[in-house]
DNA sequence: CAATGCGGGTGATTACGGTCACACCAGTTC
DNA sequence: GAACTGGTGTGACCGTAATCACCCGCATTG
């Protein structure tokens, strides 16, 4: 088990991490950067999740960092041992299989936003992904915690700090989002939020 | 075996396909669309190379749609015959996680290309990626045979077509690549475009 | 307490790439 | 040979998001 603070390095780029790790608490994201020392955001990663897994299947080296957003508590599962169940237990191999093939959709979608040519568009699509499953279809509003800064956020949508902050500017006074002290963010119109993503509504 | 013509569709978007795909000879492309309509390129698919092997895992449907980009002939494998194989023999559980670590390795840096400001260095990135391997140290140039059109290339890095065109117009009077009938790209100068590509040269 | 740093908010300016509108050319197809 | 079609080449124009330069407020730190 190892805990992180804000900004803390979980994952390193590079080198062949030889475990897996798995998120309790807080959020991950992993993150690239360019020739040019551009950062670039590939994922988040939600409690319940884990990375560093691609070692696990190639023997190849990290590809990306990860990094924590939040304080973050996760455990730390050695690859070798993992590696001698997956002979043993199909189910484990099944698992991490699906794992895999999970985070490769993920970065399908991912992909696709950047496609979107609307800005505000984009923004809200991520935030709805950041929108937990449950609270989706609900009537009432979903709460964020800890949300990923704007920073974060703009590196994961090809934008700039200060645009994601105008959208976000936007979305308030428009009362379809609203800050909640530093930590928290309150999605008031989910509706309105989803139609904002799926462009059937502008901004 | 299945052969495609130029366009054909090799896998759908949306349905469960039911069989992997084996490309043996032209270059396939996995696209996907977003919400408005756009394409989104993906990822390029060369010989040697499979794809819609990610229903093999987690039983869902194909995400993205696979398009010939040339002629193409491919060799179908259904999957529930591979899935029983992969029970028996752990070799090919293996090789086929390998295969979708690979592509999620390939995706990493396809989505860092994106993260570059300078558009030039973008499609010389993209083209560098397309040089065989053994070529790239070579001091004699490459030939890239049915390359992606200018479209696909541009779908690929969320470009427009015409930008795509004058980068490719820049590249040729520089006399870096040339073009070589209607089907043969011939890459004249790899020293130029790799320091290009990793923006140790401006264009 | 001051000092510092980080995250958010905002205006002015500007470069740059998208879009549109063409023209051109080489294959096909009839 | 005419008529199409798909891929490429190019100029003009324009909108928009990046950039830069600030500000504020809050938390943390010594």
Known sequence: ?????RRGI???AGVR????????EGRLQGVDFTIDGREVG???????DFCGEL????????PEYVIALTAAVTVFIPMEALREVMMKQPGIVRVLGERLAARLRQMTRQRSLLGLPNISQRVCCQLWMLIPE???????????NNP???????????????????VFQNLQTREIVKRDGASCLLITDLQTLRELAEGKQEL
């Not at 991490?17 to 309790?24: G, K, P, Q, R």
């Not at 920073?151 to 700090?161: D, F, G, K, T, V």
């Open 1 to 5: 088990m190892r805990k992180f603070a």
């Open 134 to 144: 449950d609270d989706k279809d609900g009537r009432s509003g979903s709460l964020i």
């Open 42 to 48: 590939l994922y988040f990663v939600e409690p319940g």
């Open 148 to 166: 990923p800064t704007h920073m974060e956020i703009a590196i994961m949508l090809n934008l700039s700090r200060e645009t994601v902050t105008r």
């Open 55 to 62: 070692g696990l299947f190639d023997h190849g080296p990290q």
């Open 17 to 24: 991490e030889e475990s897996l790790c798995f998120l309790f």
């Open 10 to 12: 979980v994952l390193n």
